[in-house]
């Protein structure tokens, strides 16, 4: 199983609707969670962090699912300006106590349609 | 605050040459991370360091490559020789602890012919 896996799309979605992907993970021990986005030839943008207890900001809701080893974003109200590939971050920690960074997802990759 | 700066933007060079790359990050950052991005391998950790030192340098390809922070506000990774598969988007990023949220520079695109 692949260490941080998500779905690559793209996701064609008409704006205005309501789009959610998720994001696996595989070190039940994970403990910090993001999600990245990153624009077309652009440098990742920090989106938001993701809490045990879900958080909401503006149109967007990121969710942990800590059993199942999974997140999740959700974007309402779609706008054109969500086009973008969303990445999913989570630390790995490292077998025999090394200290441990942030691993990236590919991304997955939403387009925003007119 | 500028941000993360990176330099160069872009880098075309030959097979064989040396290539620096050059990163200042975000004054009282005391993390500082090296990725590379491909299309086919995503954004993978070259090499972090944690207040100037380097703590985790396993994805460092091979011995072409090496890192260095010689102060808390300059970062430096070098490529030696350069060969055609290197090329890649290197970005440097840094934050308040490896586990924060980290900020990204705008990247170097290295070319290697």
């Known amino acids: 199983r692949k260490e941080v896996e998500q779905d690559p799309g793209p996701f064609n979605v008409p704006e205005g609707a309501t789009v959610a992907f998720n994001c696996t993970y595989s070190n039940s021990a994970s403990q910090s969670f993001f999600w990245y986005r990153q624009d077309c030839r652009k440098e990742p943008k920090l989106l938001m962090s993701v809490y045990s207890s879900g958080n909401e900001d503006g149109r967007f809701t990121a969710q942990l699912n800590r059993a199942s080893q999974y997140i999740s974003l959700l974007i309402r109200d779609s706008k054109l300006s969500d086009s973008a590939t969303y990445l999913c971050v989570v630390n790995i920690p490292k077998s025999g106590g090394g200290a441990d960074g942030l691993t990236f997802g590919k991304g997955t990759h939403l387009i925003i349609q007119p | 605050d500028a941000g993360v700066i990176q330099s160069p933007r872009h880098e075309v060079t030959e097979m064989g040459q040396e290539v620096t790359l050059r990163c200042k990050p975000i004054s009282g950052h005391n993390s500082l991370f090296w990725y590379r991005q491909t299309m086919m391998r995503g954004l993978e950790l070259l090499i972090y360091?944690?207040?100037?030192?380097?703590?985790?340098d396993s994805g460092m390809p091979e011995d072409r490559f090496s890192a260095k922070m010689p102060n808390a506000s300059f970062s430096t990774l070098k490529i030696q020789p350069s060969e055609p598969r290197d090329s890649a988007v290197y970005f440097c990023a840094s934050s308040l602890g490896p586990l924060g949220g980290y900020t990204f520079g705008s990247g170097t695109r290295l070319t290697v012919v």
């Open positions: 360091f944690n207040n100037n030192v380097p703590i985790d």
